[in-house]
């Protein structure tokens, strides 16, 4: 069973669109969303956050969407760039045996052409 | 500081032999997770560490198990190796894995090949 369904699985966009990936979960145990970037040959590193109480959090031109009620989290990529190719993953986070453990999605492989 | 390492970045084994990958977390960190990345299945999660005790065990047979020595330093180990345990190999550390809005990093990963 799948908590964290994420898509598209890929994505082609052009340098300066809007790149947008959704993710949805099941368990309203999760409290944590966080969006992980992936480059070849590299681990995940942490991209952005965000809590249940909040509907949106912008750091730059990155932005989570979160809607509690339809239990859907989406990461918009504002003006993409080339640089921005990656896979990205996003994640819900519940508190067990005393530790937040993310349960990721699939990921997205994004490719942003010049 | 240095970030999380792993060793060896690469290997290749053949089906029913064991191996033991190496995790160095970032210094001050008493948490290490361990997730197992394949393309099919995405990022999954194995076991958690703190403080030399597991926390949280993921959805995987007991062929896979760790440990955590004193120095924070971790180890995982597969035994009877299958051709499905062919994947990337993550370890990762925190600083306050306690916290909802606590930081994961993750190091580059151990690839192993299963032949």
């Known amino acids: 069973q799948q908590q964290v369904k994420q898509s598209p699985q890929s994505l082609i966009v052009q340098k300066g669109g809007i790149s947008i990936i959704n993710c949805a979960y099941e368990n309203t145990a999760f409290d944590y969303f966080p969006w992980y970037q992936q480059f070849p040959g590299k681990g995940p590193a942490l991209l952005i956050a965000?809590?249940?109480?909040?509907s949106e959090k912008k750091e730059g031109r990155f932005t989570i969407s979160f809607n509690k009620s339809a239990k859907q989290f989406s990461l918009h990529i504002m003006d993409s760039q080339p640089g921005d190719s990656a896979t990205y993953f996003c994640?819900?986070?519940?508190?067990?045996?005393?530790?937040?453990?993310?349960?990721f999605g699939r990921g997205t492989s994004l490719i942003v052409h010049p | 500081k240095a970030g999380v390492t792993q060793t060896p970045r690469y290997l290749i084994k053949t089906r029913g032999q064991q191996v033991t990958l190496s995790c160095s977390p970032i210094?001050?960190?008493?948490?290490v997770s361990w997730y197992q990345q394949t393309p099919g299945q995405g990022l999954q999660f194995l076991f958690e560490y703190f403080s030399e005790t597991q926390r949280n065990k993921g959805n995987f047979p007991g062929r896979f198990s760790g440990r955590q020595f004193s120095n924070s330093r971790s180890e995982m180990n597969v035994s009877t190796l299958e051709l499905g345990d062919s994947a990337l190999y993550l370890c990762?550390?925190?600083?306050?894995?306690?916290?909802?809005?606590?930081?994961?990093?993750f190091g580059e990963g151990s690839w192993l090949t299963v032949v």
């Open positions: 990762a550390s925190s600083p306050d894995p306690g916290v909802a809005g606590n930081t994961i990093y």
């Open positions: 994640a819900a986070s519940k508190r067990a045996g005393g530790s937040y453990i993310p349960t």
């Open positions: 210094s001050g960190h008493r948490s």
């Open positions: 965000i809590r249940p109480d909040v």
